[in-house]
């Protein structure tokens, strides 16, 4: 099984937010996959189980907010005993431009919350992870009040081919289990 956690946080007020663009991911990757969200309180998150290529895919949207994102994965981790090599986390990078992607298979939270909650919770920074650029920031606004702004009409274009593109990726990497490959493809 592989748990993809996307990050975002929770409500219609944030679905169209540039720190929403994990769960618009987790969106995408559930229709091509033909998986459907339902709540599990117990992992505080929704979850969409389905199946690529005979392998089980949990795309995990946690319902906490983004800054205790951590929660739903240890709930899950607790509960199922997943092995951490099967993590995949998907979520914005201010430091990308829009239509940028960086995969990784390892590294600091760069000052984002809910990876910083993410590693908390799993007790370590190794662990497969794809950013979604949704940058850059103005210089005279706080990256707080950047990140919950709504994308206009021509960054959400492009943002939905990047979510596209990034959808491949993770399927690129399902088909391969090759990070370095799909990294050399995609970054």
Not at 94 to 113: A, F, T, V
Not at 125 to 149: A, C, H, W
Request: overall charge positive; hydrophobic content about 35%; glycine content about 6%.
């Amino acid at each position: 099984m592989k748990l993809i956690i996307c990050l975002g946080n929770p409500g219609l007020k944030y679905s169209k937010t540039r720190h929403n663009a994990g769960f618009m991911f987790a969106d995408k990757l559930a229709q091509t996959i033909s998986a459907e969200f339902k709540q599990e309180n117990k992992f505080k998150s929704e979850i969409a189980k389905g199946i690529y290529k005979d392998e089980a895919l949990w795309i995990v949207k946690p319902q906490t907010f983004m800054n205790l994102s951590g929660e739903a994965l240890l709930a899950i981790n607790n509960f199922y005993k997943t092995d951490i090599k099967d993590l995949f986390v998907v979520y914005d990078d201010i430091s990308l431009d829009i239509g940028k992607i960086r995969i990784r298979q390892k590294g600091s939270d760069g000052g984002h919350n809910g990876i910083k909650s993410i590693i908390k919770n799993a007790g370590t920074d190794t662990f497969n992870r794809l950013k979604i650029g949704i940058g850059p920031q103005p210089p005279y606004m706080k990256s707080e009040d950047y990140v919950l702004q709504n994308f206009n009409d021509d960054e959400f274009k492009i943002l939905n081919e990047t979510i596209t593109k990034c959808v491949e990726a993770f399927l690129h990497y399902c088909d391969t289990s090759d990070i370095i490959k799909v990294q050399n493809k995609y970054n």
